[in-house]
């Protein structure tokens, strides 16, 4: 165990067994294949500031800045299935199953229990799971997801998944 991961388990606690605890939480008949944590290229940005003007300046930041992030990495038609992911900043568990992808807020931390279930999107309607070969800070890959309806969704896997993780979703 490395340095940062005994300050990460300081301020973290323990790790969940996500098969276990997500598994429970699937359809009968359904498990989990693979998982990473991620946090939406295009998530929506904040604003704060201090007085009247460095606030309405950060907000007016912050939408351009969030307009142009979903224009890159977000695309797709209101309604559609891309458009119905978390766009907040995160983190978030994504599930690869046997029948759906789905979305899980565990918390900051990523352990707090119960999980609260975001999305779920069939399999079926998952078209592909790739490496942009792009990262983003600390090095993480930024996978896009895109959708039978033509849409798609740049994510930030911030669990760096390895080998695994690329073999299922290239089987998608």
């Not at 098969?19 to 939480?25: D, K, N, P």
């Not at 807020?105 to 707090?112: P, V, Y």
């Not at 279930?117 to 490496?131: E, F």
């Not at 890959?141 to 959708?147: E, I």
């Amino acid at each position: 165990m490395g340095l940062m991961d005994k300050y990460k388990a300081l301020f973290t606690g323990p790790a969940i067994d996500v098969a276990s605890e997500i598994g429970r939480l699937l359809p009968d008949g359904d498990r989990v294949l693979v998982h990473s944590q991620v946090v939406p290229s295009g998530f929506k940005r904040g604003g704060g500031g201090v007085g009247v003007d460095g606030r309405l300046m950060n907000l007016v930041t912050s939408a351009v800045e969030t307009a142009v992030s979903r224009s890159q990495h977000t695309g797709g038609e209101e309604g559609s299935t891309a458009r119905t992911l978390p766009n907040e900043a995160g983190p978030y568990l994504m599930v690869i199953s046997e029948q759906s992808l789905s979305m899980w807020d565990l918390g900051m931390t990523g352990n707090q229990l119960p999980a609260e279930h975001l999305v779920t999107i069939p399999r079926a309607q998952v078209a592909s799971i790739v490496d942009t070969g792009k990262t983003a800070q600390g090095g993480v890959p930024v996978a896009r997801l895109t959708f039978a309806d033509g849409s798609f969704a740049d994510q930030r896997l911030i669990s760096k998944p390895g080998p695994e993780f690329w073999s299922v979703a290239a089987a998608i």
